[in-house]
């Protein structure tokens, strides 16, 4: 049996294919698009997991859609019913298009797909929990999810066992963490929906000198987790943006200007609301904990992308293991749908065995061949050198060490919003220049944002205070004690961005100012090569991690075919880039002069 999950028309559209319970394919609508969070009808995403299983839509048992559009259309009707006459515009600007294409959504993926089937409406939130249950290691689990809004839910939390998923209680809007964190998002001068990572990076060189005010006008906090909103402070029901002139009035000045300077006090206020976040979900880990007495928890949602508030729900040892869904996000939605239909609709069999999970590291993407990628090379005349299997590792191993910047593209695209060692860029961790060269040279991205390291599997807990795999980077944990440097009298004195640029650790690349790092743990089971590569570098230099970074720049998706892998290549300061068997350097391609001068555009922004 083949079921299409699709996820759509919010933010990151996307599709799977599951067969007879296995995840075939898996793939955002943006990475064929180049449209970074692209929300539209995830057409080339499906046409994607179909050719990769060599199907056509009619052999499509089932097609199953991560929300149910009228219970969405039901409460937006209300929200601006309540909030009238204020929303006026916005609810112009939303109505048209639920009315002529979202109230109809099994005639528009009939009519987009070509398909004549069966489609399913799981609620957004059992999309989530499905994505973060089925997909885990575990035969039971208590599961939480936690985003911005599904249809009315914003949090929930259940219980998971064998092929069901049943959701046990929920906050429902306008009462949403995700929505305050964006909210945050907004006013630090950041893009919602997109931006939050960078304030969870901006976090540490702050003080959290705004959780008081936080928590007595913003928000009023239980201690099982629960909480309302005091929506006196927020337009986000009503109006086009996030907060209003009450909440700046609180804050003590306007929002900041996108691209502006940031200021000790976008740091202060990223801390403060990073810090209320992970209050926040310790009160409902540890709630959900009694509550169903589970030993597992699994967790999906925009918000369980927040890997420093999971390291701490790791760290407090509230269950003994946790995991996340990689495309935790509404991408992950798509995934979601798909399982919960085998599993908890159809009633299909599921045995997990509490340590290998179901998503098979992510690599779920399109792959291109060597012969696919030398036709590609020898078509533009691009210099490669190709290498065998067993060189490749060696040869990227003594790059790395000589603080090249290579870009790595390797087999099946990864799903979700990390690249976990399939699209990524490498360099050496042990360079304390290499954060910097790498954000601004490579990345063109601020400067603050901190890099994550790949280590291999087995040799974690040598490097981190983590004693567990985390291969989809959602874990942040602190570099171990005895490889730490501690800090001069100068040093501590230094606040904000100054306290970037000082070395902490023995691999100062991936260390934050608050010596924690996102941890990916590389496994010789799902990434045999990149391990391979990595285990090279271990041995001729003693040092099992390396830094990994998205293959993209700034305000791109990250790459997908060998085409935009090359021009991102030679529009970077990426030194060699590495495509399947063929080494390709920098020196010697032939840079054409609109790619310089794209690069120096690059390079003002």
């Not at 909480?227 to 609180?250: I, W």
């Not at 041995?539 to 970074?549: D, H, M, P, Q, S």
């Not at 399947?580 to 032939?590: A, R, S, V």
């Amino acid at each position: 049996m083949n079921i299409l999950g699709i996820s759509a028309f919010y933010h990151d559209s996307a599709a799977c294919l599951i067969r007879d319970g296995e995840i075939i394919a898996a793939a955002q609508e943006e990475r064929f698009t180049r449209k970074k969070h692209d929300h539209r009808f995830p057409l080339n995403a499906s046409n994607f997991c179909l050719n990769f299983a060599n199907i056509k839509i009619t052999d499509i048992d089932i097609v199953a859609f991560y929300d149910k559009p009228f219970l969405k259309f039901e409460r937006l009707l209300e929200t601006y019913l309540s909030f009238s006459p204020f929303g006026i515009k916005s609810f112009i600007k939303a109505m048209p298009l639920w009315i002529k294409e979202k109230l109809w959504m099994k005639e528009l993926i009939k009519k987009e797909l070509g398909y004549e089937g069966k489609v399913l409406f799981p609620e957004h939130h059992e999309s989530h929990a499905a994505s973060a249950f089925f997909a885990s290691p575990f035969q039971e689990a208590a599961i939480l999810t936690i985003d911005g809004v599904g249809e009315w839910t914003t949090s929930s939390y259940g219980i998971g066992r064998d092929n069901h998923v049943s959701i046990l209680a929920d906050i429902k809007f306008p009462h949403s963490l995700g929505l305050l964190y964006s909210a945050f998002t907004y006013y630090t001068g950041f893009k919602v929906n997109s931006g939050e990572y960078k304030v969870m990076g901006l976090a540490p060189y702050g003080e959290p000198k705004y959780v008081e005010t936080i928590l007595t006008h913003l928000l009023d906090l239980k201690e099982d987790g629960s909480f309302r909103m005091n929506m006196e402070y927020f337009d986000y029901c009503a109006g086009l943006t996030m907060t209003n002139g009450k909440f700046e009035k609180l804050f003590g000045g306007k929002a900041r200007e996108p691209e502006s300077k940031l200021t000790q006090k976008d740091m202060d206020l990223a801390r403060s609301v990073q810090d209320v976040t992970e209050e926040i979900m310790l009160r409902m880990a540890r709630h959900i904990k009694k509550e169903t007495g589970m030993k597992k928890l699994s967790l999906a949602g925009g918000v369980a992308l927040n890997c420093v508030a999971n390291g701490k729900i790791l760290k407090e040892g509230i269950f003994d293991d946790i995991w996340i869904q990689p495309a935790a996000g509404d991408s992950g939605g798509a995934l979601g749908a798909a399982l919960f239909t085998w599993y908890h609709y159809l009633d299909n069999a599921r045995i997990a065995d509490g340590k290998t999970d179901f998503q098979k590291g992510s690599f779920l993407g399109p792959e291109f061949s060597n012969e696919y990628i030398e036709q590609f090379l020898n078509a533009n005349n691009f210099p490669f050198k190709k290498l065998a299997d067993e060189i490749l590792p060696v040869v990227v191993a003594d790059l790395i060490d000589n603080e090249k910047i290579i870009g790595w593209f390797e087999g099946r695209m990864e799903f979700g919003p990390r690249a976990l060692g399939a699209r990524s860029i490498i360099g050496d961790a042990r360079s304390a220049q290499m954060q910097s060269i790498m954000n601004l040279k490579i990345k063109f991205r601020e400067s603050f944002r901190p890099f994550a390291p790949s280590v291999l599997e087995e040799k974690v807990s040598e490097y981190f205070e983590l004693d567990k795999p985390s291969p989809y980077m959602l874990v942040v944990a602190d570099v171990k004690k005895e490889r730490q440097k501690k800090m001069n009298e100068a040093d501590d004195k230094l606040w904000g961005i100054d306290k970037l640029n000082v070395v902490r650790s023995d691999i100062p690349a991936i260390t934050h100012v608050d010596y924690s790092a996102r941890v990916q743990t590389v496994s010789k089971i799902t990434n045999p090569l990149y391990h391979k590569m990595i285990s090279e570098f271990d041995k001729r230099y003693g040092c099992a991690a390396i830094i990994n970074t998205s293959f993209n720049v700034r305000g791109e998706p990250i790459v997908c075919t060998p085409h935009e892998a090359y021009t991102c290549f030679m529009r970077t300061g990426i030194d060699y880039l590495v495509l399947g068997n063929y080494l390709l350097d920098k020196k010697e391609q032939n840079q054409l002069e609109k790619d310089i001068n794209w690069k120096k555009e690059f390079e003002l922004d």
